[in-house]
Nanobody
């Protein structure tokens, strides 16, 4: 079992930056693939970025070049650095842990709100 707690959301002006954190419980955090997702009002939840145990990353096209996902295994924490924020980045952001036994993201945090004003 993995428990995830996000923090770092807030209100920021367009062009600004925020860093989200996701603290994870569990002794095997370093082996987990971790992802960030977001859900805007009235929209489906969408993939933002993910980082594997070895540090390899992928990003949604909409955030590529502006967002950076990273992890600190010593702190059991994954981060999402968000730069050059746009109003369309406004959403609740969730971190998730991949469960290889089920081949899906099975563990989710409660979410943190990010609001970007124009």
């Amino acid at each position: 079992q993995v428990q995830l707690v996000e923090s770092g959301g807030g209100l920021v002006q367009a062009g600004g930056s925020l860093r989200l954190s996701c603290a994870a419980s569990g002794r095997t955090f370093s082996s987990y693939t971790m992802g960030w997702f977001r859900q805007a009002p009235g929209k489906e939840r969408e993939f933002v970025a993910r980082i594997r145990w070895n540090g390899s990353t992928i990003y949604a096209e909409s955030v590529k070049g502006r967002f950076t996902i990273s992890r600190d295994n010593a702190k059991n924490t994954v981060y999402l650095q968000m730069n050059s924020l746009k109003p369309e980045d406004t959403a609740v952001y969730y971190c998730a842990a991949w469960a290889p036994e089920n081949m899906r993201y099975d563990y989710w945090g409660q979410g943190t709100q990010v609001t970007v004003s124009s």
